[in-house]
């Protein structure tokens, strides 16, 4: 091959790898390219999801609030008449500031309504002015319980009124409904899913006053089959807390049940996380249930919040105790998972004393009331029965002193 023909292959090999060279470093190039794009994206991804995380709040807390058994005998009716109908907001004007700082505040309406025109009674059988709504309203209370033995009262108008007069002043309530049976609600508390059942245990001996469809549909009875059934549902429906408030055990007695303690343990098991109840009238017993990964917090009853029960009326001191039971709720809201993060008590107790003729009652958080923080001049006998109602609420409760 001659000199010059040498030249060109030479030129043409070296255009030719010089072409493949430049095509393989094209594509790298190309690649390297959509690789950092790929980073980019991702990176603004990343950063986004930092920013997002930033915003979230780590934890979520809500507090809620239960008392006992609200319940209207006659002395209390006509206390608190007036001349242009009834006003019950005094009665609550000691405790309001406990109530209306919760975030939920549950009490147990144990009374019932008519939708006719017939006069207000008490006990055994009910019938009470609906302006103690309005004082429930004014106190901070926002859902009430309408399961219990008196729901009957005034037969199944007597459920339907008490519903349109609580639905009139938008509180929300559980236990009832006009007929289609609704164990539990779901109520969003500061971005927790709280799941709120009630249950009444007794009827009074009234059940022939609705029809067998209508008793299950229109009360929450308890049967602890559908119990774990409504529990299990109540999670499906996205509850990230189970609460119980059962009207249950026995009238008067200081120390819950064998009864009330294994029905505690079922719905423990069932997935409860907090069981509260009312009925007795007096203070029960609390107790924690350890099921080893969770606990299962108890108390069997609060007592009377308000009622004319009391030592002069029963022969029973402990019937004017009562309590103020708060839950602290702490959610993660990277884990979702929520839990009790403190328990607080308020020991309370109905004073009653006559005024301008007739009864005036006060529901007085006792520690206030025994340091002197009320604007009330208390007698001696009453000041030792609010000691000892005092270190009767914290005898059964003391695992919550604070």
Same mark, same amino acid.
């Given at each position: 091959?001659?000199?010059?023909?040498?030249?060109?292959?030479?030129?043409?090999?070296?255009?030719?790898?010089?072409?493949?060279?430049?095509?393989?470093?094209?594509?790298?190039?190309?690649?390297?390219?959509?690789?950092?794009?790929?980073?980019?994206?991702?990176?603004?991804?990343?950063?986004?999801?930092?920013?997002?995380?930033?915003h979230?709040?780590?934890?979520?807390?809500?507090e809620?609030?239960?008392?006992?058994?609200?319940?209207?005998?006659?002395?209390?009716?006509?206390?608190?008449?007036?001349?242009?109908?009834?006003?019950?907001?005094?009665?609550?004007?000691?405790i309001?500031?406990?109530?209306?700082?919760?975030?939920?505040?549950?009490?147990?309406?144990?009374?019932?309504?008519?939708?006719?025109?017939?006069?207000?009674?008490?006990?055994?059988?009910?019938?009470?002015?609906?302006?103690?709504?309005?004082?429930?309203?004014?106190?901070?209370?926002?859902?009430?319980?309408?399961?219990?033995?008196?729901?009957?009262?005034?037969?199944?108008?007597?459920?339907?009124?008490?519903?349109?007069?609580?639905?009139?002043?938008?509180i929300?309530?559980?236990?009832?409904s006009?007929?289609?049976?609704?164990?539990?609600?779901?109520?969003?508390?500061?971005?927790?899913?709280?799941?709120?059942?009630?249950?009444?245990?007794?009827?009074?001996?009234?059940?022939?006053?609705?029809?067998?469809?209508?008793?299950?549909?229109?009360?929450?009875?308890?049967?602890?089959?559908?119990?774990?059934?409504?529990?299990?549902?109540?999670? $499906? !429906?996205?509850? /990230?807390?189970?609460?119980?408030?059962?009207?249950?055990? +026995?009238?008067y007695?200081? *120390?819950?049940?064998? =009864?009330?303690r294994?029905t505690?343990?079922?719905?423990?098991?069932?997935?409860?996380?907090?069981?509260?109840g009312?009925?007795?009238?007096?203070?029960?017993?609390?107790?924690?249930?350890?099921?080893?990964?969770?606990?299962?917090y108890?108390?069997?009853?609060?007592?009377?919040?308000?009622?004319?029960?009391?030592?002069?009326?029963?022969?029973?001191?402990?019937?004017?105790?009562?309590?103020?039971?708060?839950?602290?709720?702490?959610?993660?809201?990277?884990?979702?998972?929520?839990?009790?993060?403190?328990?607080?008590?308020?020991?309370t107790?109905?004073?009653?004393?006559?005024?301008?003729?007739?009864?005036?009652?006060?529901?007085?958080?006792? $520690? !206030?009331?025994? /340091?002197?923080?009320?604007?009330?001049?208390?007698?001696? +006998?009453?000041?030792?029965? *609010?000691?000892?109602? =005092?270190?009767?609420?914290?005898?059964?409760?003391?695992?919550?002193?604070?």
């Open positions: 091959m001659g000199k010059s023909l040498r030249y060109i292959a030479a030129f043409l090999i070296i255009l030719l790898l010089s072409g493949c060279s430049i095509s393989y470093t094209q594509t790298e190039d190309f690649d390297a390219e959509q690789s950092e794009n790929v980073t980019i994206e991702e990176s603004i991804s990343t950063q986004i999801e930092e920013k997002t995380i930033e979230i709040k780590p934890y979520s807390y809500a809620i609030i239960f008392v006992g058994d609200i319940m209207l005998h006659m002395p209390q009716v006509n206390s608190a008449k007036t001349s242009e109908g009834y006003d019950f907001n005094p009665v609550f004007k000691y309001k500031p406990y109530i209306e700082d919760s975030d939920l505040a549950i009490a147990n309406i144990e009374t019932s309504f008519s939708n006719k025109d017939k006069p207000f009674s008490g006990f055994p059988l009910f019938n009470s002015p609906v302006e103690i709504l309005d004082a429930l309203k004014f106190t901070g209370f926002n859902v009430l319980s309408t399961a219990n033995n008196h729901v009957l009262d005034q037969g199944r108008d007597g459920i339907i009124k008490m519903i349109d007069e609580l639905e009139k002043r938008e929300e309530y559980i236990g009832t006009k007929g289609e049976y609704t164990p539990y609600k779901i109520l969003d508390v500061n971005d927790i899913r709280v799941g709120i059942f009630t249950y009444a245990f007794y009827l009074n001996g009234l059940n022939s006053r609705l029809n067998e469809e209508e008793i299950s549909t229109m009360l929450n009875l308890y049967d602890e089959d559908r119990a774990k059934i409504d529990i299990e549902n109540a999670k $499906k !429906d996205g509850a /990230e807390i189970i609460i119980l408030f059962l009207h249950w055990g +026995n009238e007695q200081k *120390l819950a049940s064998d =009864y009330q294994d505690a343990l079922k719905l423990a098991e069932f997935g409860a996380d907090i069981i509260v009312s009925h007795p009238h007096v203070i029960q017993d609390s107790e924690i249930i350890d099921l080893g990964d969770r606990n299962t108890v108390f069997y009853s609060l007592g009377n919040f308000y009622s004319n029960q009391r030592q002069e009326t029963m022969g029973n001191s402990l019937t004017e105790d009562g309590a103020i039971l708060k839950f602290r709720l702490k959610k993660d809201n990277f884990s979702g998972s929520t839990l009790v993060e403190n328990i607080n008590i308020t020991p107790w109905v004073y009653r004393k006559m005024e301008n003729g007739k009864y005036g009652y006060y529901i007085l958080p006792v $520690k !206030d009331a025994l /340091e002197g923080n009320l604007d009330l001049n208390l007698p001696e +006998n009453i000041i030792e029965r *609010l000691q000892r109602s =005092y270190e009767n609420t914290f005898t059964k409760l003391n695992l919550y002193k604070n």
